[in-house]
């Protein structure tokens, strides 16, 4: 996996989409097939929109494999679903304690600080989210705006 973590860092490769899907699909796996049932019953859900639902599949899947971080992004992404901001950002916080790594969840924790006005800690989540994965159009977005208004010069 450190391969593809080099191919993804490359700001100029052209391997890093393949890298990308490499990455997650190997996060994905929990190595139990009970726990990605689990992690798949959520997920769906949340898709439905069926938040409630979403976070009770998803929290059986934190309780039953704590050490697994996509459990702990699927349940922060449910959590912001249904507007509980904290909560959110705690599973975030979990989840890059596992995998500090984890882009998706630095670009997904300087979103929900950028909404509650945290802008410093914002832009220090996408940058690190950019240091491990240049590519991500949503980061880079939020970099320049965050950058804009810190100068002044946001429209």
């Known amino acids: 996996m450190q391969e593809s973590f080099a191919q993804l860092a490359d700001p100029d490769g052209e391997g890093w989409r393949i890298a990308e899907a490499d ?24 898709d439905l929109g069926e938040i409630d639902l979403a976070i009770g599949h998803l929290t059986a899947l934190t309780d039953h494999a704590p050490d697994f971080a996509a459990g702990w992004l699927a349940r922060a992404q449910a959590y912001a679903a249904a507007g509980k901001v904290g909560p959110a950002i705690d599973d975030l916080a979990h989840a890059l ?57 946001d429209i």
């Not at 994905?28 to 959520?42: E, P």
């Open 97 to 153: 304690q596992l995998e500090p790594r984890h882009f998706v969840a630095l670009t997904q924790l300087g979103a929900m600080l950028e909404e509650i006005g945290d802008e410093e800690r914002a832009l220090k989540a996408y940058r690190q989210s950019l240091e491990i994965h240049p590519h991500q159009q949503e980061a880079i977005d939020a970099v320049q705006r965050l950058e804009d208004q810190r100068q002044g010069t």
């Open 23 to 46: 990455i997650l699909r190997e996060w994905s796996k929990s190595g139990s097939a009970a726990m990605d049932l689990l992690l798949k019953r959520g997920e769906e859900a949340l």
